[in-house]
């Protein structure tokens, strides 16, 4: 669990309609014409058909006229052509961020494996401080370091695709009932950890609360920073290593970051260790991993 000392405040920085065209349907208009017969009906006398054959003709010529107008073939309404569909832009590519050997999909397949997700969660989180805080020179398997040894990669990717945690990752209550363990009364209400008594660490990166508050970063773009998301769990982690100007390309300065996170040496070793291992292909020796008390 990450123990943070308080830190200065900095500020959460927020990141930001297809017209869709339809087609006017075309109505086509069409004029159908009947021609009338004069019926023959066997019991008529030849001097009642001829009556009535007078009186259908002259019924005929009455209505001629008319009928003709009436029957004159409308022209064929011109098609209306339609919008063309815009054709949107394609997505920017994305910046370059710190390039690594292949490494495997899942813990399960390799002891440097990082689920997908997760290392889409700690490169963007690369992404965005290079924009915001580039002298700090963050770099992804930093990140990724600190949540192998907090979390091993939220319960090896334990989320859904938008980086939301299936489950609540939540710490220790902090009462003292844990030796070494530091008691902390409640900072939130029980907002985050849902302890109004003391806190607990939340989240895939363990953060406090107050420092969760202190730092939070909106990772996913969606308006809120949420410790159970990948992507605000990462972005935050890496403005806490940054604060204070540090520049963590240079290693002295990456082990100060890391253990202002956790005031630990043997934590240090392990995030840093692992960090190194993502960055190379190579897994860290045991004689790398001291255990954490």
Known sequence: MGRHNKKTDSHIRRNSVIALTGLIPIGLVTAA????????????????????????????????APNAEAVTPVADTAAVEATPAVEQPPAPALAPVQATPPLPASIAQGALGIPAINVSAYQNAERILAVEQPGCGMYWTLIAGIGRVESTHAYDGKADDKGNMLDAV???????????????????????????????????????????????????????????????SALTTGKYLCDGGLDVRDPIQAAKAVHRYNNSAAYVANVLAWSAGYASGIVPAASDLPRIH
């Open 170 to 232: 939540l710490g220790p209550v902090l009462d003292g009932h844990l030796a070494g363990n530091a008691v902390i009364r409640d900072t939130d209400g029980g907002r985050l950890d849902g302890d109004s008594n003391y806190d607990r660490a939340v989240g895939p990166t363990q953060f406090l609360p107050e420092t969760w508050n202190r730092y939070a970063g909106d990772g996913n773009g969606d308006g809120a920073a949420d410790p159970q998301n990948l992507f605000d």
């Open 33 to 64: 014409n009947t021609a009338g017969a004069t019926p023959k009906v066997p019991f008529f006398s030849s001097e009642a058909a001829a009556d009535v054959a007078d009186v259908a003709d002259v019924a005929q010529e009455a209505t001629a």
